[in-house]
């Protein structure tokens, strides 16, 4: 097995040299040779992003576009830098593999230094691409699906030679630099052998490809130096509970994320383990439908010790929830772990994916996040895609650039809310008769029913006390 894996290695590194297409077809990707330009497989020439230079902090009055106005990475907030507090993330499938695709209509973009393939060459220029762009956004983060930083081969073994290719050029290129993944997973939802799911599968040769897959994908985010890893269960879930069996697909499912810990502790890797909630698209009902969903079915399989949560804003909506509200969720019970920043569309009933540009919204989230201390080793991945319309280069830049200071901006109100105190306040008055004797008995748990009813009797109808509503909502306001 080793021998064999060794001619694929040299095959794919023989042609790298030679020019030539390493074409495998994956899926529903098409890998076509370029008449046009031969092939185009040779090493691109010069920078990927000329005309656009590294991009700066100029303030809240600049009006150039590819220019912070709020992101200022050594600013101290409440004693710690901004970078520190928000660890940015770069999505590489988004803004390297996003061609503008829709169910309703055919890909609207390609990057001057595509190819039309989806050889191991092409492969190798978007990750040298991925690294220009992340340096001169000014960011020290990137995620990754395996699948969408190497083609997948004919087989799992070439399928591993070409991710082993691929994270080897990414070692390279972190080289000399503070980069690093901030979190790889594997791809286990686009390949017609997971269309039943993968963890979920009623076809066991399906669920130890799945573990396979797992087991090289954290093998190459430790690698890398990936401070997480991450569990999107694309097709964890069911159309129709006719033709399922929901309690083996759960007992499956937990099976596989427990053994997917047993191997994060031998390979060494110190990194989190993490589970991204999803309530549905592609499936009916997937089965971590959201931050609460998820948290019970972790520890009703024991396996809250070993996992905390990605949450991503667009999927809250999608639950019915505000990411505010997930994020909540996740903290008070110490799970929250990192954040997909994005949002969606409320009169668009999908995951529309799209970069968070609403100020309120940030400045919830960052609540969230200072209250928790941070998400260190998590961060904001940003799990955001152009619009269909938005074909340029720069329009890669603006979108991050705006997502970025929209946090800055959250950061930036979240921490001045809580330094005044005000709201904080509010919330202490509306449950502060929890500080009287009674109330400390009751959160102590040292009474019960018989008590309380007396209690009751004895003291009759309670007042009514006004929620503040208004007022909160009116201080919250004041600061964005």
């Not at 929830?321 to 569309?345: F, K, P, Q, W």
Request: proline share 4%; glycine share 8%; charged share 25%.
């Amino acid at each position: 097995m080793k021998t064999i894996s060794s001619i694929i290695y040299a095959v794919v590194l023989l042609s790298l040299l030679l020019g030539y297409s390493t074409c495998q077809k994956v899926a529903d990707i098409t890998c076509a040779w370029d008449a046009n330009s031969g092939g185009n497989n040779q090493e691109w020439e010069g920078e990927f992003f000329p005309n656009i230079s590294y991009i700066k902090y100029e303030g809240p009055s600049s009006h150039n576009p590819l220019a912070y106005k709020y992101y200022n990475a050594e600013e101290l907030i409440l004693g710690k830098k901004m970078k520190d507090w928000l660890r940015f993330s770069v999505a590489f499938w988004h803004t390297f593999r996003g061609d503008g695709g829709d169910p309703f209509g055919s890909p609207t973009k390609s990057w001057p230094w595509e190819d039309g393939t989806n050889s191991l060459a092409m492969a190798a220029k978007r990750m040298r691409a991925n690294f220009e762009f992340i340096k001169k956004l000014g960011v020290e983060r990137w995620c990754f699906h395996d699948r969408d930083i190497a083609p997948e081969g004919s087989t799992l073994e070439e399928s591993n030679a070409n991710l082993d290719y691929i994270a080897s050029l990414a070692k390279d290129l972190q080289e000399g630099t503070n980069i690093r993944p901030l979190w790889g997973t594997a791809q286990l939802f686009k390949h017609p052998r997971f269309m039943h799911g993968a963890a979920t599968s009623p076809d066991v040769r399906v669920y130890a490809y799945a573990a396979a897959q797992v087991k090289k994908a954290m093998e190459v985010t430790h690698k890398l130096g990936g401070e997480n890893y991450v569990f999107w269960g694309g097709r964890e879930g069911y159309q129709t509970l006719l033709n399922t069996d929901l309690k083996k697909e759960l007992d499956h499912m937990a099976t596989f994320l427990s053994s997917a810990a047993a191997w994060k502790k031998k390979l060494g890797f110190q990194g989190n383990l993490l589970l991204e909630p999803k309530p549905q698209e592609p499936t009916k009902h997937q089965y971590d439908w959201d931050a609460a969903t998820t948290m019970g079915f972790l520890r009703n399989y024991g396996l809250s010790e070993e996992y905390k949560l990605n949450l991503e804003c667009n999927h809250a909506t999608l639950s019915g929830h505000s990411c505010h509200h997930e994020l909540e969720t996740a903290r008070i019970y110490g799970m929250l772990g990192s954040v997909d920043a994005n949002t969606g569309d409320a009169q668009t009933g999908w995951d529309t994916d799209q970069f968070l540009t609403d100020v309120s919204e940030a400045t919830l989230v960052m609540l969230s996040v200072i209250k928790n201390g941070g998400l260190a080793p998590g961060g904001f991945n940003f799990d955001a895609k152009l619009r269909r319309e938005s074909v340029d280069v720069e329009d890669l830049f603006i979108a991050h650039i705006g997502g970025m200071d929209t946090i800055a901006r959250g950061l930036r109100n979240a921490a001045a809310l809580l330094q005044e105190g005000r709201l904080t306040k509010l919330i202490d008055d509306r449950y502060s008769s929890f500080n009287s004797p009674l109330g400390k008995l009751i959160e102590e748990g040292s009474v019960g029913f018989e008590e309380l009813e007396k209690h009751a009797l004895q003291a009759g109808e309670p007042p009514l006390v006004s929620g503040k509503q208004e007022l909160a909502e009116m201080i919250f306001y004041s600061y964005i």
